[in-house]
């Protein structure tokens, strides 16, 4: 298993080196969505979130009770640290979480949805799944462990 510094160097090598890569690439657009998604798992919402003590949940600050519920649901290492359940839980959670944020400030989540244009929204998944994915390799994780 793989020290917090360990995932923050390699999911900052995924974020740096896959946005050049899609610069190289002619993707400009996507570039800051993928190195946004790939930052994103790997600094805020890792699947070490379901472990109160983690480095990135206590980067959340005096805001880092938003996320007792969600480690109430996912013990540490449990499904949350499986390839398909992990970064679908944390995906499902921060949509909620941004949902809610954005009704209580008056906006329509859903036509929030829509301003996502698909090459961005696309680049910034593929980033957050990568750099999940990152981080259960270097913990050891079998990628056999799809659900749990």
Not at 90 to 116: D, F, I, S, V, W
């Amino acid at each position: 298993m793989a020290s917090g510094r360990v995932h923050e160097l390699w999911g900052s090598l995924l974020a740096t080196g896959g946005g050049l890569s899609l610069l190289l690439l002619g993707q400009g657009e996507a570039a800051p969505a993928f190195a946004a998604g790939a930052a994103l798992s790997t600094f805020l919402l890792s699947p070490d979130v379901d472990h109160p003590g983690s480095r990135p949940t206590r980067r959340w600050g005096p805001l880092r009770w938003i996320l007792t519920p969600y480690q109430l649901l996912f013990p540490h290492r449990s499904a949350s640290h499986a390839y398909l359940t992990g970064p679908l839980s944390r995906m499902a959670y921060a949509g909620g979480l941004a949902a809610l944020l954005l009704h209580l400030l008056g906006a329509n989540p859903l036509e929030a949805a829509k301003a996502l244009r698909a090459p961005q929204g696309l680049a910034f998944l593929a980033g957050w799944l990568l750099g999940d994915w990152l981080h259960l390799l270097l913990d050891g994780v079998s990628p056999r462990r799809l659900l749990r």
